[in-house]
């Protein structure tokens, strides 16, 4: 009998690492000559990020400096899907900033018809959040692999548990 390999295809992103990019953001917000006394700050939640700043444009350098503190800790800029820009309390400016994670059925879906387009012997298998892609191949996992990585996907994809 011959081993059947196999792969799964999550998108997600280190928690930690991400708490640690906020905290670097809001302290470097909070010290800048720019942001003194304007009542700026990074708010982040379970899903969400939460910008609060004076003006739109002082809220744009903020996702500047945000996004260049998760860059630099290695996280995807795909996992933030930016909401609108929207007044808040005493002429200030709100942003909601929304954390992906996971992989849509409709998002699944057509990743699935990419596999299967790239080699009908491997067998694609959704499982909530994730896709599990197996072979008797290794080979035809690696393209695979190669395939997906090409693709623009809106979120990012990770391969894990190859085996």
């Given at each position: 009998?011959?081993?059947?390999?196999?792969f799964?295809?999550?998108?997600?992103?280190?928690r930690?690492?991400?708490?640690?990019?906020v905290n670097?953001?809001?302290?470097?917000v909070?010290?800048?000559?720019d942001?003194?006394?304007?009542?700026a700050?990074?708010?982040l939640?379970?899903s969400?990020?939460?910008l609060?700043?004076p003006s739109?444009?002082?809220l744009?350098?903020m996702?500047?400096?945000?996004?260049?503190?998760?860059?630099r800790?290695?996280l995807s800029l795909?996992i933030l899907?930016m909401?609108p820009?929207?007044?808040?309390?005493?002429?200030?400016v709100?942003?909601r900033?929304e954390?992906q994670a996971?992989?849509t059925?409709e998002l699944?879906r057509?990743?699935?018809?990419?596999?299967?387009?790239v080699?009908?012997k491997?067998?694609?298998?959704i499982?909530g959040?994730?896709?599990?892609?197996?072979s008797?191949?290794?080979d035809l996992?690696?393209?695979v692999?190669q395939s997906l990585?090409?693709t623009?996907?809106?979120?990012?994809?990770?391969?894990i548990n190859?085996?």
């Open positions: 009998m011959t081993q059947e390999y196999s799964d295809v999550v998108s997600q992103y280190d930690q690492e991400l708490v640690n990019a670097q953001a809001q302290r470097e909070t010290t800048r000559y942001f003194k006394d304007a009542g700050s990074i708010a939640g379970d969400e990020l939460v609060d700043g739109e444009m002082k744009k350098a996702v500047d400096v945000l996004q260049s503190k998760l860059v800790r290695n795909k899907k909401g820009v929207e007044p808040a309390a005493k002429g200030t709100r942003q900033i954390l996971g992989i059925d699944a057509t990743l699935v018809k990419q596999i299967k387009t080699s009908p491997v067998q694609p298998r499982q959040d994730a896709i599990r892609v197996s008797r191949e290794k996992l690696q393209k692999i990585r090409e623009d996907a809106p979120v990012p994809l990770q391969f190859y085996r």
